[in-house]
């Protein structure tokens, strides 16, 4: 063992094999720690290793929902420092992303897509009448960055009908393009 004076060799108590028999088991030790669990961390720390440090949220057809649900996922990624991808339709509720998750962590692909409108009441709730939420409607507003404020004031402010920007020039003054999609 010369020249590897923190390679040790230890040998354990009699292990009994499945035939009766017994045997003494040898075990590596560095640094104080047995081999098989030093083993184990290495092949722990390989698997992290090579695991992706992040992933991407790719929007494809998103036609929106509940106002919490949304707020609570968009600040999961961003406490993930995910990137958001909008390849395809962002509505209503979808476009919540441009005020929780930091804009240098979203971009659009040609495919993309956003629509704006007031926000209403469950039609469940309101016998299948679209009632309009001004309260929704002005904490939706808040969450929204200037650049989406800016288009939105643009184009007559929001409305109950849908307004959609569709990807170009417009939607680049908003949200850059994705650099691999161009």
Known sequence: MRGVDWLQYRLRR???HRNGS???RHFIRIDGLPMRMTWLMACLIAVCATAPARADLRITRDHGGYVTEYKAKYERIRAR???VIIDGICNSACTMVFGIVPM??????????????????????????KVISSEGTSDLMAYYPSSVKDWIRRNGGLTPQM??????PELWKIVDPCPEDF
């Open 81 to 83: 420092h995910e990137r």
């Open 14 to 16: 009699p292990y009994p």
């Open 104 to 129: 240098n962590k979203i971009c659009v692909t040609p495919r993309a897509s956003l629509g704006f409108h007031q926000a209403y009441y469950d039609k469940s709730f309101t016998f299948g009448i």
């Open 22 to 24: 017994t045997a003494s």
């Open 163 to 168: 307004k959609k920007i569709k990807n170009g």
